[in-house]
């Protein structure tokens, strides 16, 4: 892996592939109840897209406010059509706009492309659990993985295991699946 520097300035590319992989995932989601399991502990396919959507939300506000505030609205309607909107607002709300110099994230200031880098990591892998809880085997895409893989230890770092995400696991294989060893989850 490198120092993730040229991921880094592909942050709004990231962003908008990471974004067409997790529409994709949604897509597989059957109607009824979303009280499926994830690949999250504890976590149902529900609790997954409010996640998902808060997330959204966020990189959203980034795009329109300069900061995020550290709210979370009220969801309301159906879960999944209402992530595939906020993707795709988010998505328009980046390339609209011009990008603020920095973005303040509670006490954090970001630049635009760490941001966006991030918020791809996070859409990413969470677009693969959503595959996964649907039953669906989805690796990322080969080009996407490689370079949230370079990102990877700058994104996920000590201090998120064991809370937000499991220990690393050891796997072989292309860059999708050690991208989810890393985060904790078997591909």
Do not use: K, N
């Not at 609790?47 to 795009?63: G, I, M, Q, Y």
């Not at 990322?140 to 220990?167: I, K, Q, V, Y």
């Amino acid at each position: 892996m490198t120092d993730g520097g040229a991921a880094l300035l592909g942050g709004l590319g990231l962003l908008e592939r990471a974004i067409g992989y997790a529409l994709g995932s949604l897509a597989l989601v059957p109607p009824g109840p979303l009280s499926r399991p994830t690949p999250c502990a504890d976590w149902t396919l529900g609790d997954l897209l409010a996640h998902l959507d808060d997330s959204l939300l966020a990189l959203r506000e980034a795009a329109d406010l300069g900061h995020v505030p550290l709210t979370v609205p009220e969801a309301a309607g159906d879960p999944v059509t209402t992530v595939r909107g906020h993707a795709t607002g988010l998505l328009a709300a980046w390339t609209a706009a011009e990008a603020p110099g920095t973005v303040g994230v509670g006490a954090a200031v970001l630049t635009p492309e760490l941001l966006t880098s991030a918020g791809a990591f996070e859409i990413a892998v969470h677009g693969w659990d959503v595959a996964q809880a649907c039953g669906a085997r989805r690796p990322l895409p080969e080009p996407l993985a490689e370079e949230l893989l370079e990102l990877a230890p700058l994104l996920l770092t000590p201090a998120d295991r064991p809370g937000r995400f499991g220990p690393p696991l050891g796997v072989a294989g292309g860059a999708s699946e050690r991208l989810l060893a890393f985060t904790g989850r078997r591909g």
